[in-house]
Nanobody, 124 residues
Framework: QVQLVESGGGLVQAGGSQRLSCTASGRTFSDYTMGWFRQAPGKEREFVAGINWNDGSTRHVDSVKGRFTISRDKAKNTVYLQMNSLKPWDTGLYYC?????????????????WGQGTQVTVSS
């Protein structure tokens, strides 16, 4: 099994920055994608960003392009989400996820493993 542990969430003012981390352990697959999802209260879980673990290629949802950046540290088995220029509508529970495919998928059903989530709250 794969275990994913997120950290870095908290309360931040609009316009501020925050970095989320997700460390993976117990991996048994070689080709996979890591992604970040978020879920606001009363809303559906949505894709935020994804990264191909092997070549580092990325994809970001339009609403965060230019503000959020996903990256990885292969030596640390860690994926990051650097969030800048945060807005109140970025508030939500952020989840780290892993997919046993090299293609970055958008639907949450594409992913096989999930972290426990970390809360990000952006105040105005």
């Amino acid at each position: 099994q794969v275990q994913l542990v997120e950290s870095g969430g908290g309360l931040v003012q609009a316009g501020g920055s925050q970095r989320l981390s997700c460390t993976a352990s117990g991996r048994t697959f070689s080709d996979y994608t890591m992604g970040w999802f978020r879920q606001a209260p009363g809303k559906e879980r949505e894709f935020v960003a994804g990264i191909n673990w092997n070549d580092g290629s990325t994809r970001h949802v339009d609403s965060v392009k230019g503000r959020f950046t996903i990256s990885r540290d292969k030596a640390k088995n860690t994926v990051y989400l650097q969030m800048n220029s945060l807005k109140p509508w970025d508030t939500g529970l952020y989840y780290c996820a892993a997919r046993e495919r090299l293609i970055i998928g958008i639907p949450s059903s594409n992913y096989d493993y999930w972290g426990q989530g970390t809360q990000v709250t952006v105040s105005s």
